[in-house]
């Protein structure tokens, strides 16, 4: 049942541009190729993956950064200071990042970062944040503290202990985040379509949605073969990090 939608999106991908869709064997497309050449050259959709690929590893890695020292810092140090912080940022958790986009489009604007994409990369770690923090610090609490103890006896300090003991023994951790926002980054629009006007920043979503509004309803094929092109990469990454996107799941689903 899951298979149908993507079964009926080939199949309307690779028909002939002539062929209506309920005429014939609906089961069988017309294995038209040029339909893949025409979405890539007229949907730009190319730079567009491009776009999303940098803003997607952009976010992860400042966010892991961040989010990890944050959490490490909470979980090691049980202040009042830090369990402040802590539920100031559990209760973002809670506000809809849509809800910000007005004051975050002005201060975008102050900063010159509107149209950017080291702006858009600020944007979504500032909403992804947050999810790190929670993530980091829950795994981090369940590390017995005798590795800190030991690392510190070999002259590690606090930023060397994170890194070099910590962060690599919390690498579920690291998968679970990825899991849980990777994917939701990659497919931002709501943030997206404010924070990135111009064709050539546009992401994968808005590249899709002014094509198809440009061709919606006339060309179906060269819509189909677009949105295939834009879901191979995800579907390539999902295969190859198969294994330790199920470990980090279920350790994850253990671990909350």
């Known amino acids: 049942m899951c298979l ?11 028909n002939s541009p002539e062929r209506v869709f309920y005429e014939g064997n609906i089961f069988v497309p017309d294995f038209c190729w040029q339909n893949f050449i025409d979405a890539w050259s007229k949907s730009k959709i190319g730079m567009a993956m491009l776009n999303s690929a ?13 989010g990890g020292l944050a959490g490490y810092a909470i979980a090691r140090h049980n202040t009042r200071y830090n369990k402040f912080v802590f539920g100031l940022l559990l209760s973002c958790m809670m506000i809809p990042g849509i809800i910000n986009t007005v004051p975050l489009y002005t201060l975008m604007r102050k900063i010159n970062a509107v149209n950017t994409l080291w702006g858009m990369i600020l944007v979504c770690s500032t909403l992804a944040l947050p999810s ?3 993530i980091y610090a829950t795994f981090i609490r369940a590390l017995p503290k005798e590795l800190d103890e030991a690392a510190a006896l070999d002259g590690c300090t606090g930023f060397s202990t994170f890194w070099r003991v910590i962060f690599p023994a919390i690498k579920p951790a690291t998968a679970s985040f990825i899991i849980l926002n990777g994917f939701g980054i990659w497919n931002n629009y709501a943030q997206a379509v404010f924070f990135l006007q ?6 994968i979503p808005q590249a899709l949605s002014v094509f198809f509004q440009q061709f ?5 094929h060269l ?10 990469p995800v579907i390539i990454i999902f ?8 470990q980090g799941l279920t350790d994850g ?3 909350g």
């Open 54 to 66: 940098i803003i997607t590893a952009g976010t992860l890695g400042l966010t892991i950064m961040t």
């Open 132 to 134: 790190a923090v929670f």
């Open 223 to 232: 819509m189909a073969s677009t949105a295939v092109i834009a879901v191979i």
């Open 4 to 14: 149908i939608p993507f079964y009926v999106l080939l199949v309307l991908a690779l």
């Open 239 to 246: 295969l190859v990090f198969q294994k330790q996107f199920i």
């Open 253 to 255: 689903a253990l671990k």
């Open 198 to 203: 111009s064709r050539s920043k546009q992401n």
């Open 216 to 220: 919606g309803g006339a060309k179906w």
